[in-house]
């Protein structure tokens, strides 16, 4: 249960908090206005969960660990992408958000697999609804995480003559 919380504490973290401030110029960028940026990381980590939910017959984890932190990992990464502008362009991003539904995806789907393949047949209802405490406590605790932590970011973009973030 542990694994699946905190990935989704640092998913939905990223996508609550994060994403809605991680802008880049407009010339440099795909889009015509800032409003686009959000709905294309959605979309594009939509696609990887959708990905990784689809993957357990090809490929199975069983330490869900690593990927738990790795999502951790993440949110630090696209914390520091939105506090000091780093990379090179729009497409970096792309690529990391799509990492992130990936291992999202993959750690929820292979929690109730690891359920399906290691819990007796009467214990399987129980520790299936269990876990789902796991997915839906961390998108509370996410949102109150990202409430502040948007509001935090686009301060510190504006103080430093970046104010994308507040353009509508």
């Known amino acids: 249960m542990l694994p699946l919380l905190l990935v989704y504490i640092a998913e939905y973290s990223i996508n609550q908090g ?7 110029p407009l010339p440099s960028s795909p889009f015509a206005s800032y409003r686009a940026f959000y709905p294309t990381y959605a979309f594009i980590y939509q696609a990887g969960v959708f990905l990784s939910r689809s993957s357990t017959p090809f490929l199975r984890l069983h330490r869900l660990y690593p990927p738990a932190l790795l999502q951790c990992l993440n949110l630090a990464l696209l914390v520091l992408e939105a506090m000091f502008h780093v ?5 970096w991003v792309f690529v990391v958000v799509f990492w992130e539904g990936l291992l999202g995806g993959a750690v929820y789907v292979n929690t109730f697999a690891e359920i399906l393949d290691t819990v ?3 214990e399987r209802e129980f520790s299936l609804g269990a876990v789902t405490v796991s997915d839906s406590g961390g998108i509370v605790v ?5 409430m502040g932590l948007e509001v935090a970011l686009c301060r510190w973009q ?9 353009i509508g």
């Open 18 to 24: 994060v994403t809605p401030v991680l802008l880049f």
């Open 142 to 146: 996410a949102g109150w995480i990202g």
């Open 120 to 122: 007796e047949q009467g």
């Open 87 to 91: 990379a090179p362009s729009v497409w």
């Open 158 to 166: 504006v103080s430093r003559g970046r104010d994308w973030c507040t």
